[in-house]
């Protein structure tokens, strides 16, 4: 686990990039070298099984030559010496990496967080005292030379090999005590499990961009005029026209991706918006708009002021100008092309200001929780 933290910190764009289809043929893989030992345990020593009342598992013996000795050896490098020196070794790199971006984002004056070292050193530190009584065991016993009755050959094995578990049952925890993140996960997804058994429409007050309190009711329910959208399906859309989009309640980290098509773009050329809920219980959304701004979540970009409503209505704007967005009645986000650009993204203005002739939703990722709990209505040519 802490490799692949490195190889994704170190590679973060490449990372974001990858494709499902990718993630899981780089897990199968983790998987297939996982299998290494138990496969052949397997295939060598089928035959050679006992019963071990230490543990209440069966082992393989391997009392057969030539497999005894290095099979032993084997798997003492792998399950002992190898893992420790990997864990070690990234686990310096990792910090030294994080230390490096928090020395970066507090001289951008950015957020500065600790959370990311202190997830992997505790990470680290339980796995090495997890797999040290066993490696330790491994190395010991042949040389002890100690009778079965021992207890360094009973009660320090079984010590050792329910240590073993101990690197699984704190990573839950380890997670949930230092990633504020995840705690925020976990919360939302037991609101979303309550979620399932309330009625899908709800009659609420909700304020407009005046502050007036006004009363409305909405449902999520799909008439003539709302549709489902559908990936790679262009829906004609041009300059000062508005899409609107209709969601169920906040769903954490699950993004709406707009993308405006431009006629005269090459193909590799996007240019969207890309919006999501951070934290359920406090409707905190944040956006990201291509070409105008680094296409990374941090530091965050912050809608103003989102509903707590739990069905909302989102009407989204390209003017000459700007780019608006509002949601249920509330202006939550008013970009100026010309004005409100990050550093380096002079070019917003001309980018967005130009004629487009319709809006796609190109990644299923981008329909707000990929089976999409979202519909869209378009206004008619006429």
Not at 60 to 81: C, D, H, M, N, Q
Not at 118 to 125: D, E, H, N, P
Not at 147 to 157: I, M, N, V
Not at 183 to 188: A, M, P, W
Request: proline share 4%; net charge positive.
């Amino acid at each position: 686990m802490v490799m692949c933290k490195l190889l994704l910190v170190r590679g973060i764009l490449r990372a974001m990039s990858w494709t499902i289809r990718q993630v899981q043929i780089v897990c199968a893989g983790i998987w297939g070298l996982a299998l290494y030992l138990p496969v052949t345990f397997l295939v060598l020593g089928k035959n050679d099984v006992s019963f071990d009342y230490r543990v209440y598992t069966c082992n393989y013996r391997f009392t057969a030559e030539p497999w005894r000795k290095w099979l032993k050896i084997a798997s003492s490098v792998t399950l002992g010496f190898v893992p420790n020196i990997l864990i070690v070794t990234a686990t310096v790199m990792l910090v030294l990496h994080l230390q490096r971006a928090r020395t970066a984002s507090r001289q951008c004056r950015g957020l500065i967080r600790s959370q990311g070292i202190i997830t992997v050193v505790l990470t680290a530190i339980i796995y090495t005292i997890s797999i040290l009584p066993f490696s330790i065991h491994q190395f010991v016993e042949p040389l002890l030379k100690v009778g079965k009755e021992s207890k360094f050959h009973t009660f320090f094995y079984r010590l050792a090999s329910s240590c073993l578990l101990l690197n699984l049952l704190t990573n839950f925890f380890i997670c949930t005590l230092t990633v504020r993140s995840f705690r925020t996960f976990l919360v939302d997804s037991g609101n979303r499990l309550t979620d399932l058994y309330r009625p899908c429409s709800i009659s609420g007050p909700m304020l407009s961009h005046h502050g007036a309190r006004v009363q409305r009711s909405l449902a999520i329910t799909k008439d003539p005029e709302w549709k489902t959208p559908q990936v790679e399906e262009e829906y004609s859309l041009s300059q000062n026209e508005t899409v609107e989009l209709k969601t169920t309640a906040n769903l954490y980290d699950q993004r709406i991706i707009l993308d405006y098509i431009f006629p005269l773009d090459n193909v590799d050329e996007k240019h969207f918006i890309n919006f999501k809920c951070i934290n359920i219980s406090s409707s905190t959304w944040i956006y990201d708009i291509r070409g105008c701004m680094k296409s990374l979540w941090t530091p965050y970009r912050y809608m103003n002021g989102v509903p707590s409503d739990e069905i909302k209505v989102w009407q989204i704007t390209r003017t000459s100008t700007s780019l608006v967005v509002v949601c249920n009645g509330v202006i939550v986000l008013n970009f100026n092309f010309l004005t409100d650009y990050r550093n380096g993204y002079s070019s917003c203005h001309e980018l967005w200001t130009r004629e487009s002739t319709a809006i796609v939703f190109r990644y299923s990722h981008g329909l707000y929780g990929n089976s999409g709990p979202m519909l869209i209505r378009i206004p008619s040519s006429g």
